[in-house]
């Protein structure tokens, strides 16, 4: 298919790269509003409730959008035995490199405890699961490795777009002792994208991450 | 009084920090990162070393209070020490991060100025949530480079389009 570019100013590329910022934007908006919240409201889980929800509804709009670019990156069957295989070796390597990089980080920052606030407000441990462990991975994986990712792909190399997606992914999170680790993460996310051309893969290794996670702070808090 | 000998000191060591830069031959940039560093650095080394001084006179179970908040003594001392490295590494870690995205911008512009602008923009933001007192700071130095970012990267994507265009003439 020939592409027909009116001129060669920049328009074209900026059109697709501004559906990136744009949802970029809003995402960071729900974060900040997120964090300003926490600074100066109470903290409770419910501000947490509502930014997943923003959220949800944002990727949901941004990936109809491009519907039919990302339904053949939701098939099970495209991931084979190997690409599962991949899923846990990378898995196991993120467990590794995380373990190493906090114990070096509590050197420098506060430990992040993300069960903190549902314990201080009294919300059970499945909701805690439910917005930490399952809707942020299958929003992110949706917005990040999914549409972000497939209009990078249309303006730049595909090596380029997992960078700059996993750097937008580790900016999102909005906390410096955490840019460097999610990165990485953000990086063999995209990477295990690429590999299987599926986001299930993904969507599982940050699930089961994230719920490492929680699980982790369970056991050594009690 | 005190305010305009602490002004007098941080101009002082901006001098001083200008004159090493000056004497190791370094370019623009090495005498603007000695100098802000050699400037606000020791301040902020001082002020972590007046807190630890202080808190020194405490008992390390004893409890303080600190703006309306209360504090273990053992545990204030432990996070003023964390706020010490972090006072360095924060800033010197997204300095390293811009380096590395002006390395990167002279292989890949666009994927650079956009990690560039989006990095910028949060790290003000967050700030601003944490401290709203920074958000005027040096409110024309932070336009003049979300401006210098923009450019840039509009200046990038432009180039990426007569690259394709003056590589398949059919497109243009």
Not at chain 1, 59 to 87: C, D, E, H, K, N
Not at chain 1, 175 to 197: E, N, Q, Y
Not at chain 2, 74 to 100: C, D, H, K, S
Request: glycine share 8%.
């Amino acid at each position: 298919m020939t592409r027909r570019y009116r001129a060669a100013d920049g328009s074209e590329s900026w059109l697709v790269l501004r559906g990136v910022l744009v949802l970029f934007g809003l995402l960071l908006l729900s974060n900040v509003a997120l964090a300003t919240w926490s600074v100066y409201g109470d903290a409770s889980p419910w501000a947490e409730v509502a930014m997943v929800v923003f959220d949800a509804v944002v990727v949901g709009g941004f990936a109809l959008a491009i519907r039919g670019s990302l339904a053949p990156l939701l098939q099970v069957r495209t991931v084979g035995v190997r690409g599962w295989a991949w899923t846990g070796g990378l898995f196991a390597a993120l467990y590794l490199f995380m373990w190493g990089y906090m114990a070096l980080a509590v050197l420098m920052f506060d430990e992040i405890r993300m069960l903190a606030d549902y314990r201080e407000h009294g919300w059970p441990l499945w909701s805690a699961l439910v917005l930490i462990a399952i809707t942020p991975p299958l929003i992110e994986e949706l917005g990040f490795r999914g549409y972000i990712f497939d209009r990078l792909t249309r303006i730049m190399p595909a090596r380029d777009a997992n960078i700059l997606q996993a750097a937008l992914f580790s900016i999102l999170h909005c906390s410096v002792p955490i840019l460097p680790s999610h990165f990485v993460m953000g990086l063999a996310f995209g990477w295990l994208r690429l590999r299987t051309k599926s986001l299930i893969p993904g969507i599982v290794l940050h699930a089961a991450w994230n719920a490492a996670v929680v699980l982790e702070e369970l056991a050594r808090d009690g | 009084m005190l305010q305009v000998l602490e002004f007098l000191a941080v101009i002082a060591a901006a001098i001083f920090g200008l004159l090493l830069a000056r004497s190791k031959q370094m370019d623009v940039v090495g005498v603007v990162c000695v100098t802000f560093i050699v400037a606000f650095g020791g301040g902020t080394l001082r002020d972590v070393d007046k807190a630890l001084t202080h808190l020194a006179s405490f008992a390390p179970d004893e409890r303080v209070e600190v703006e309306g908040k209360e504090y273990v003594v053992a545990e204030l001392r432990a996070q003023v020490e964390r706020e010490r490295v972090q006072g360095f590494a924060v800033p010197i870690g997204l300095g390293a991060v811009f380096f590395g995205l002006f390395v990167w911008a002279r292989r890949a512009a666009v994927p650079a100025l956009t990690t560039a602008l989006l990095l910028f923009v949060t790290v003000h933001a967050v700030e601003a949530v944490i401290d709203p007192t920074t958000l005027p700071r040096g409110l024309f130095l932070k336009i003049f480079f979300l401006v210098g970012l923009v450019a840039g990267l509009k200046a990038a994507l432009a180039q990426r389009e007569a690259v394709l265009a003056a590589a398949d003439p059919a497109l243009t």
